[in-house]
């Protein structure tokens, strides 16, 4: 229904948000739909802080969908609750939501006891609801919000590397200290890989340019897309594919399979989105210089990347690959290879 509605012009006009007012509300109504279901389920089943922190999470992400129907004449309010949706489902609810499947993971591949995987869950979820509500601010600096918001925005967000960097350790020590020798060797792969690359695209990269000062400087250049890549793989697509590579052999009824396929496909995407993330940290780099320090014109500094535009190119072929074969590692079933017995061996002879 949005995309009819796009061909023939008809949206809201708000990057992200540009979803007719029908399509918003059956969004919402899907959303509702959809949590109803999760909720429900998680009520007649076992109550545990992981579900208590998975529900919390997602009954805030259909909340603050709600700032999607708010669209204010002022352009600084209206950006001040675009940021409320955009900002707070990445580095506020979905943590929650993230951290939450970590634990799971964690609680099933690594057999560490459920009470010290719940306190290391505590500590993630205070800290990102610390850092990551008022790290708001850091979107607030240019868009006519009074002066304060530029420290209160660079100091919270400061802070948003913990529980990045908590969820990383937190996903090694409970491997270290695991008892359970998992045959799921790709999903444990999957795990370790999303903490580890959430840290350093969401955490490290975010804190890069998250300065007012510097960010004065870096706003809207290639550093950023090089930060949203890579916070996105780790955050979002790589714990995904953690969970259908940890739940599609049960679901199927089979022991792992394919998991060399799947490993390989881990990192041949991972690789290719690192490489995508270091060409486009090096092009925004020029960027800055060129643009924001020399004053060159926007186009003929885009001529002068062209070479890491082609780089990043041949990562992105890289990383779809990569997805190719996780669906075949996924989907496709491998032959079994029976070795002869004695039994058989006999009735051979």
């Known amino acids: 229904g949005a995309v009819a509605s796009y061909l023939v012009g008809i949206h809201g006009g708000r990057e992200f948000l540009e979803q007719p007012l029908w399509v918003k509300a059956g969004i919402l109504v899907a959303a509702l739909i959809f949590l109803f279901n999760i909720t429900m389920t998680a009520l007649a089943g076992r109550k545990t802080a992981i579900t208590n922190v998975l529900l919390t999470g997602l009954w805030l992400l259909c909340l603050l969908w709600l700032f999607a129907f708010v669209n ?3 352009l600084g309010l209206d950006k001040m609750y675009w940021w409320y949706i955009v900002h707070l489902w990445v580095e506020g609810t979905w943590e929650l939501v993230m951290a939450a499947i970590l634990a799971f993971l964690m609680l ?16 993630i979820v205070a800290t990102a609801l610390f850092s990551g509500i008022l790290g708001t601010g850091h979107h607030f600096f240019w868009i006519g919000t009074p002066g304060y918001w530029q420290w209160v925005g660079s100091i919270f967000s400061t802070f948003e590397v913990a ?15 695991g008892r359970r020798n998992h045959p799921n060797k790709a999903a444990l792969l999957w795990s370790l890989g999303s903490s580890t690359v959430a840290f350093f695209g969401a955490g490290v990269w975010g804190f890069l340019h998250t300065l007012h000062g510097v960010n004065y400087f870096t706003h809207g250049t290639q550093i950023t897309a090089a930060h ?13 594919l953690a969970m259908f590579t940890y739940a599609m052999p049960m679901l199927r009824g089979r022991a792992p399979y394919n998991q060399v396929l799947n490993m390989v496909s881990f990192w041949l995407m991972t690789g ?9 940290t090096f092009a925004g780099t020029i960027q800055v210089h ?18 890491f535009y ?25 032959r079994e290879v029976v070795a002869p017995g004695k039994a058989m061996a006999g009735e051979v002879a």
Do not use: C
């Not at 290719?272 to 486009?280: D, I, K, R, S, Y």
């Open 163 to 177: 529980p990045f960097f908590l969820m990383m350790s937190f996903a090694f020590v409970m491997v270290w200290k």
């Open 272 to 280: 290719g989105m690192a490489f995508m993330t270091f060409v486009l």
């Open 228 to 240: 949203g890549h890579l916070a996105f793989y780790g955050a979002y697509v790589a714990l995904n």
């Open 108 to 123: 099933k591949l690594t057999g560490v006891d459920r009470e010290v995987i719940e306190k290391w869950l505590y500590v």
């Open 72 to 74: 204010p004449d002022n």
């Open 290 to 307: 060129m643009q924001r320090v020399v004053g060159d014109y926007y186009m003929d500094v885009q001529d002068q990347l062209g070479l």
């Open 310 to 334: 082609m780089m990043r190119f041949g990562a992105g072929v890289a990383v779809v690959l990569g997805a190719v074969l996780f669906i075949y590692s996924q989907l496709v079933v491998r």
